[in-house]
C-alpha cells in the first residue's frame, strides 16, 4: 500500500511524495487551472493530483514515475487517463 503526500509549492506546483515501505520518492508536479478543470472539474488540485497518482502506480512503480512533469503528460503515456480519472473524481 503506497501513501501518497501531495504539499502545493504555489498556484500551480505541487511536491507529492510516495512511501511505500522503508522506500521513498519525491516528484514535483505542475498542474496548470485549465488543466484542472479539464480532468478534474471542480475537484480541488491537491485531490486531481493524489488520484493521478493512484492511477499511475497502478500502472507502474514509483520509481518509474518522472521525477518532474505536468499532469498533462501522464495522457501521453497512458491515453484512458482522462476517462478513468473522471469517472473516479
Do not use: N
Not at 510516495?18 to 485531490?47: F, I, N, P
Not at 501522464?74 to 491515453?79: G, L, S, V
Amino acid at each position: 500500500m503506497s501513501e501518497i503526500r501531495v504539499i502545493r509549492v504555489d498556484e500551480i506546483r505541487s511536491r507529492v511524495t510516495v512511501t511505500e515501505g522503508q522506500t521513498e520518492t519525491v516528484h514535483d508536479v505542475t498542474l496548470a487551472e485549465k488543466d484542472r478543470q479539464r480532468y478534474g472539474g471542480d475537484v480541488a488540485s491537491e485531490r486531481l493530483i493524489q488520484a493521478s497518482f493512484e492511477f499511475l502506480l497502478e500502472r507502474e512503480s514509483k520509481e518509474s514515475i518522472l521525477p518532474s512533469f505536468a499532469i498533462p503528460a501522464i495522457e501521453r503515456y497512458f491515453p484512458e487517463y482522462p476517462a478513468v480519472i473522471r469517472r473516479r473524481l
